[in-house]
């Protein structure tokens, strides 16, 4: 792979200007017509109802994801009105360029652009199209903007030379036109939407999924509803795909280019002999057998008046109080202003909140150190996750 089609832009452009309108407008929105970015839409004069502001942000995401700079040609995308236009030019300036930039997402700070050469992307591709097998078509229920919805969505299904079925359509697909041979791939909260509708699958399909570990009951859920098999790809923006697994019990097996160093690191070998050495923001245990297992992030501890303090243990341990069902604990402010917040969801929904945030702030004023305290709580019947499951910040 070196470069995408105009179809595979489109696929992107779908995913990356929804998600540039709603920054413009400081929420997570859809555009104000998202039939503008459809498809069928895409050579018939459509165009993209955008101020001057606007088209200037769009145009910076657009560059910086496509390595248009590398060109000289960015500014051509301030000229360009109809989405179609746009995915014939970023098909054609994508086959000049050295890759492609996605940025991180979640709960680990600001988002943060990473680079993935072709050469890389094409490599992960093809590994990922030997682990997971042969497949009649991919179903993507993912977004394609991140790393992980690209591979999945648009570089594996080039890889294994089929069609796929884009976020929009996912459902449907699975719905009305299941097909023998179908891979379909999200992450664990969609996963778990699926098997809370009892929806069944058939056709011999086989599920990926990716952003986080899946909890055994979900995963045994979904087996039984006919899935024919699971498998969980780790890994991260930072590194692309790392490992993959089939069964919770066992370890992750490192895909072939990679390999682990004995400073802890792991080693990247591109196909033209470069290697490129990466940190895991995971601790991983490794097994005899050069297999691993992920046993929490590196980067959890903060420092509070000078004490280092874990946000993940301080929520496990508010988690622990009968009147949670569960928490998030971020720090916010910075330097030696730099204190705890909670996101916290009630065991009971429909009970009094502001009697049970009293009783929290009371319970977590006696228990917890003064470094460990959250001076913020924030309540809400479910946890702020944005579209790829991953924890994000709150007001």
């Not at 359509?169 to 999200?186: C, I, V, Y």
């Not at 940190?279 to 097994?287: G, V």
Request: with cysteine.
């Amino acid at each position: 792979m070196h470069g995408l089609t105009t179809h595979e832009c489109l696929a992107l452009l779908r995913s990356l200007i929804p998600a540039e309108f709603g920054r413009d407008q400081g929420q997570r929105a859809e555009p104000p017509d998202p039939a503008v970015i459809d498809e069928e839409t895409r050579l018939d004069g459509e165009t993209l109802r955008l101020d001057s502001l606007g088209r200037l942000n769009l145009a910076s995401a657009l560059n910086r994801t496509f390595c248009l700079h590398e060109l000289g040609t960015e500014d051509r995308l301030l000229t360009l009105r109809r989405v179609g236009d746009m995915a014939e030019f970023l098909a054609e300036a994508s086959t000049r360029t050295s890759g492609l930039v996605f940025t991180t997402s979640g709960s680990t700070g600001d988002p943060q652009p990473h680079h993935h050469c072709w050469a890389a992307i094409d490599q992960e591709a093809r590994a990922l199209a030997t682990a997971l097998g042969e497949h009649g078509r991919v179903i993507a229920w993912l977004p394609t903007r991140h790393l992980y919805g690209f591979m999945l969505g648009i570089a594996l299904p080039r890889a294994l030379g089929v069609p796929a079925v884009e976020e929009p359509e996912a459902l449907a697909a699975l719905s009305r036109n299941p097909a023998n041979g179908d891979l379909l791939a999200t992450i664990p909260p969609r996963w778990r939407y699926l098997a809370d509708s009892g929806r069944a699958f058939s056709g011999a399909t086989t599920g990926v999924s990716s952003t986080a570990a899946m909890e055994t009951p979900l995963r045994e859920a979904l087996l039984s509803r006919g899935l024919a098999g699971l498998a969980e790809i780790y890994g991260a923006t930072e590194t692309g795909g790392v490992g993959i697994r089939w069964a919770p019990e066992t370890s992750y097996r490192l895909l072939p280019h990679w390999r682990a160093l004995t400073s802890g690191d792991l080693e990247r070998r591109l196909p033209d002999g470069r290697t490129i050495t990466q940190a895991p923001l995971d601790r991983l245990e490794w097994q005899a057998d050069g297999s691993f297992q992920p046993v929490g992030r590196i980067d959890d501890v903060v420092q509070i008046g000078g004490v280092n303090v874990s946000p993940s243990h301080i929520a496990e341990r508010i988690r622990g109080h009968d009147a949670v069902a569960d928490c998030a604990v971020r720090p916010f402010g910075a330097g030696s202003r730099t204190r705890l917040k909670a996101f916290i969801v009630p065991a009971d929904i429909g009970g009094d909140w502001d009697a049970i945030h009293q009783e929290l702030e009371h319970w977590i004023w006696k228990n917890l150190a003064d470094v460990e305290r959250p001076v913020h709580l924030r309540f809400g019947e479910e946890l702020p996750r944005n579209e790829m499951g991953k924890l994000t910040d709150w007001d």
